[in-house]
């Protein structure tokens, strides 16, 4: 669902698109969708109704503060509104309000069943976690789930390698670039993966070996032959 309303009002006003999204015409439409919102007893149709409200004062009104209270007015009537959570969500980016962002974001999760989209939901969370509040474990852990959602989720990796080249953790960076290394298709960056990988083998881990076979498969990947052939 789009978390961006189609609202169809009954008005006089001119149906041209600047007299629409006047202001005048904006908070004509908030007062009808406030009167139907006090009318219905219908819990999702008026979560809905708040919404609107909040996108009106958001897009058109330039009202951010109307347009946060409207958006948490309707969750507060439907707490599984995904648009109203998404819409907040980013409000409370703009604010810096990160524990409010990462509550919308858990909330977004138990209401999404699409695992692509819970597994770019998870990497979203890790991102805010390690880059935002410093919790380095908790980023850890909200991407094994991503990638337990969605093994293909290529975003996922590309934070785990983030993660782990930040806080120098070698051995888990190497692992790391072996999955991207195989989520890539040929032609890509696999063979500078490869290479990456293969050189902390062999500077910072110590295993010539292994090193050696994969320089050799990152030279495959760029000439298409083996240096033994």
């Known amino acids: 669902m789009s978390d961006e309303p189609e609202i169809t009002v009954q008005s006089d006003e001119p149906s041209n698109a600047e ?8 908070y004509a439409t908030i007062r009808k969708l406030r009167a139907e919102i006090d009318a219905t007893r219908d819990n999702a149709r008026s979560a809905f109704l708040c919404f609107s409200i909040g996108w009106l004062f958001e ?3 330039d009202d951010v ?8 007015e309707a969750l507060s009537r439907d707490p599984d509104l995904i648009p109203a959570m998404r819409a907040l969500r980013r409000r ?13 974001i858990d909330a977004e999760l138990r209401g999404v069943k699409d695992r692509s989209a819970r597994a770019q939901l998870l990497v979203e969370k890790a991102e805010v976690l390690d880059i935002q509040l410093d919790d380095h474990e908790g980023a850890l852990a909200a991407l094994e789930r991503a990638r337990e959602e969605d093994p293909a989720c290529i975003q996922a990796l590309w934070c785990l390698e983030h993660l782990h080249r930040t806080h120098r953790e070698e051995k888990e960076l190497a692992e790391t670039l072996d999955l991207i290394t195989e989520a890539l298709p040929e032609g890509s960056l696999r063979h500078i993966a490869r290479y990456e990988a293969a ?17 050799e498969a990152a030279l495959f990947e760029v000439v298409g032959k083996s240096p033994r052939d």
């Not at 503060?65 to 948490?72: D, F």
């Open 19 to 26: 007299a629409v999204f006047s202001r005048d015409f904006c």
């Open 59 to 61: 897009r058109h009104l």
């Open 65 to 72: 503060q109307q347009a946060a209270t409207h958006y948490q």
């Open 92 to 104: 409370m980016l703009h604010q810096g309000n990160w524990t409010r962002y990462l509550e919308l």
């Open 199 to 215: 050189r902390l083998r062999e500077v910072a881990l110590d295993d010539p070996v292994t090193a050696a076979e994969e320089y």
